[in-house]
């Protein structure tokens, strides 16, 4: 390992010091998260299948346009 190594481990800590913040903080403001249209949830009586679909496209857009953003400032 190196130092810059460990400077991702850091930025990684730090984004999900974040997430883990906004989370706690706004989760009643966030409760369309793994509802949305597009989103695969078969409930029935002792089973209970869920897949949300939508959600992990939307976030994996979200993360790729951070990225990018970080890779253009540094």
């Given at each position: 390992m190196?130092?810059?190594?460990?400077k991702?481990?850091?930025?990684?800590?730090?984004?999900l010091?974040?997430?883990?913040?906004?989370?706690?903080?706004?989760?009643?403001?966030?409760?369309?998260?793994?509802?949305?249209?597009?989103?695969?949830?078969?409930e029935?009586?002792?089973?209970?299948f869920?897949?949300?679909?939508?959600?992990?496209?939307?976030?994996?857009?979200?993360?790729?346009m951070?990225?990018?953003?970080?890779?253009?400032?540094?």
């Amino acid at each position: 390992m190196n130092a810059e190594t460990g400077k991702w481990i850091m930025l990684a800590g730090a984004v999900l010091l974040v997430a883990g913040v906004i989370i706690y903080f706004f989760h009643d403001k966030l409760h369309f998260i793994g509802r949305l249209p597009g989103d695969i949830r078969i409930e029935k009586e002792n089973f209970r299948f869920y897949f949300p679909f939508t959600t992990m496209i939307l976030l994996s857009v979200l993360v790729n346009m951070l990225i990018k953003i970080i890779k253009r400032l540094m």
